[in-house]
C-alpha cells in the first residue's frame, strides 16, 4: 500500500514540474538577448567597395558666364603666364647676338701689351646684318665676333656708334633668310608694374632669358663723365656680366629697351638693373646708319661751375653758338705795376645761368639734358644773371651740330 502511495505522489509532483515549466517558458531569455541590441558605430564608416563604371564624357557646353572658373592649362600644357613666357623666347631668341671682342691694352707700369677679351649681347634689327648693343661693349675692340642661334660665327663691322648714350649698331654679312629682326614700341606707353624680359649671354650663357618687372621709369643714369641719360627703365630681371646691349622685351616680344647696367657691389645681378629707352634708340640708330654717329645739338659752352643761385660759365668754345651770341665768360685782366705786367681772370665778368626757355636750371645736369633734347639749327633763349648788379638778361642762341665722336 506504501508503495503505491509513494508512486502516486511522484507522478504529481512529476506533473507540476512539467506544468511550470510550460508557464515559464515565456520569460526564458537566450544569452545573445541578454547583450540587447548591438552597440551604434560612432568612428568612420567603411563602405564596400562598388565596382567601377566607366565614364562616358559629355560633350562640353560653351559657358556664357565670365565669371566661371576657366581650363588651368591649354593644349601644351602651360598655364596662361607659362604660355607668354614661353612664347617670347620662342618668338625672340633667335634675334639675339652673342658678342665677343678681342683688344688690346697697354700696362700703365711696365708699358706692356696684353690682350684682353670682352663679352655681350645684341639684337637684330634688320635683314640686312645690323645688330644693335651698347657702345662699352665694343668699345676699343680690334676684333669684333657675333655668335647666332645656329651656332654659326661671323667678324663684324663697327658701322656707328653714340658714346654719350651708350649706343653702337655693327654688322655682319648673312642670307637675309637667316636673321630674325625685333621689332620695337613705344616706351613712352610703358607703366611700372609691367612684366618685362631680357634675353642675353650672362657669363656666356648664350640666349638665356629672366623675367621681371618694370620697378620704376623715368631713372636717371651716369655713363659716361658728367652726361646722364634720362627716361631709363629699372628693372628686377636679374641682368648679368655679358647681357649688356641685350634686348629688354615686354609680353609682346616687342623691343622697350636695351639692357645697360646694373647696381651692385658685387658686379652681379642684385635686383636692380636699368635699360635704355627704346625711344632714345629710335632717335640715335638712324643717325648711326647714316652718318656712322650721332649729330649732336652744340651751344658752345665747355665748362661751368655750379653755383646756389646757378651756372657759372667757366669756359666758351672760342667763335662757337654761345659766344657769337653774346653769352659772356671769365674775362682775362691786365695790370700792369711799373715794369710788370699782371694778368688775372675776372670770373664776377662771367654770365651766371639761371633758366634756358624758361626752364630753372639747378645742375649742369640739367642743361646738358635740354640742350640734348633739342636739334641742330634751333634757337633757345638764355637767361642769364650779368654783372655785378646781376641784371637778368636773354640772349637766343641757335644750336649748330656738334663734330663726329666715337
Not at 564596400?48 to 576657366?70: A, E, F, G, I, Y
Amino acid at each position: 500500500m506504501k508503495y503505491v502511495f509513494g508512486c502516486f505522489l511522484s507522478a504529481v509532483m512529476g506533473g507540476l514540474i512539467v506544468a511550470s515549466m510550460d508557464s515559464s517558458s515565456d520569460g526564458w531569455i537566450s544569452p545573445s538577448e541578454a547583450q540587447g541590441p548591438p552597440p551604434k558605430l560612432t568612428g568612420p564608416r567603411f563602405l564596400p567597395p562598388t565596382p567601377l563604371r566607366p565614364q562616358v564624357s559629355k560633350p562640353k557646353v560653351k559657358d556664357s558666364n565670365p565669371d566661371s572658373p576657366k581650363e588651368l592649362f591649354n593644349a601644351r600644357g602651360l598655364t596662361p603666364e607659362e604660355e607668354v613666357n614661353v612664347s617670347v623666347y620662342e618668338k625672340l631668341n633667335k634675334s639675339v647676338a652673342h658678342i665677343t671682342t678681342k683688344s688690346t691694352k697697354t700696362d700703365r707700369f711696365f708699358l706692356l701689351e696684353y690682350d684682353t677679351e670682352g663679352a655681350g649681347s645684341g639684337a637684330i634689327i634688320d635683314k640686312a646684318g645690323h645688330i644693335l648693343t651698347n657702345y662699352h661693349v665694343i668699345e676699343d675692340a680690334q676684333e669684333v665676333n657675333v655668335t647666332l642661334f645656329n651656332g654659326k660665327s661671323y667678324t663684324a663691322t663697327f658701322v656707328g656708334a653714340d658714346a654719350i648714350n651708350d649706343i653702337a649698331v655693327i654688322k655682319i654679312e648673312e642670307d637675309p633668310s637667316i636673321l630674325h629682326p625685333v621689332t620695337m614700341t613705344d616706351s613712352s606707353q610703358l607703366k611700372v608694374g609691367q612684366r618685362v624680359f631680357a634675353i642675353g649671354n650672362p657669363f656666356g650663357l648664350e640666349r638665356t632669358m629672366t623675367c621681371g618687372i618694370i620697378s620704376s621709369l623715368n631713372r636717371s643714369l651716369k655713363l659716361r663723365g658728367n652726361r646722364t641719360i634720362q627716361s631709363i627703365i629699372q628693372i628686377d630681371a636679374a641682368v648679368n656680366p655679358g647681357n649688356s646691349g641685350g634686348p629688354l622685351l615686354n609680353s609682346h616680344g616687342q623691343l622697350i629697351g636695351i639692357n645697360t647696367a646694373i647696381a651692385s657691389k658685387t658686379g652681379q645681378s642684385s635686383g636692380i638693373g636699368f635699360a635704355i629707352p627704346s625711344n632714345l634708340v629710335a632717335r640715335v640708330v638712324p643717325q648711326l646708319l647714316t652718318h656712322g654717329h650721332m649729330i649732336h645739338p652744340e651751344i658752345g659752352i665747355q665748362r661751368v661751375y655750379e653755383t646756389e643761385q646757378g651756372l657759372l660759365v667757366a669756359k666758351l668754345t672760342p667763335d662757337g653758338p654761345a659766344e657769337k651770341a653774346g653769352i659772356r665768360g671769365p674775362q682775362s685782366v691786365r695790370q700792369r705795376r711799373g715794369l710788370i705786367v699782371l694778368e688775372r681772370i675776372d670770373r664776377e665778368a662771367a654770365d651766371l645761368i639761371v633758366a634756358v626757355d624758361q626752364k630753372q636750371i639747378k645742375s649742369a645736369a640739367d642743361f646738358l639734358d635740354y640742350i640734348e633734347s633739342r636739334k641742330p639749327g634751333d634757337t633757345v633763349t638764355v637767361t642769364v644773371l650779368r654783372g655785378k648788379e646781376q641784371i637778368p638778361t636773354k640772349v637766343s642762341v641757335t644750336l649748330t651740330a656738334s663734330h663726329p665722336s666715337r
